[in-house]
């Protein structure tokens, strides 16, 4: 069973970076993705970026070009924001994965089958 453990979020003024960790107790040997999602009050869960076995990623249209996903050799999935604005504001769910995953459908959340219980973001204007 996997579990997936987020950390990082906290507040910050809009126009500041932060930068969230996920950290997994085990990946399959074999392909997966692993992805950050976010929920404001009152919204569906969005996917905001994920990244795959072999490095390929996918961002969000609102967040692309200022945010950004990676993970390393340790389990531990990254997510980089910067020039963050008082929209970024939500939970910040991380999940995986197992198998591989068509790209349209990489940032929808029914594809995904693990989930950690979230970190939240708040930037202030």
């Known amino acids: 069973q996997v579990k997936l453990m987020e950390s990082g979020g906290t507040s910050v003024q809009a126009g500041g970076s932060l930068s969230l960790s996920c950290a997994a107790s085990?990946?399959?040997?074999?392909?997966?993705?692993m992805a950050w999602f976010r929920q404001a009050p009152g919204k569906e869960r969005e996917g905001v970026a994920a990244?795959?076995?072999?490095?390929?990623t996918r961002y969000a249209d609102s967040v692309r070009g200022r945010f950004t996903i990676s993970k390393d050799n340790n389990n531990t999935l990254y997510l980089q924001m910067d020039s963050l604005t008082p929209e970024d504001t939500a939970m910040y769910y991380c999940?995986?994965?197992?198998?591989?995953?068509?790209?349209?459908?990489?940032?929808?959340?029914?594809?995904?089958?693990?989930w950690g219980q979230g970190t939240q973001v708040t930037v202030s204007s």
């Open positions: 085990i990946v399959p040997s074999s392909n997966y993705w």
């Open positions: 999940a995986l994965r197992t198998g591989g995953a068509s790209f349209p459908t990489l940032l929808l959340a029914s594809e995904y089958h693990f």
């Open positions: 990244v795959g076995t072999y490095g390929i």
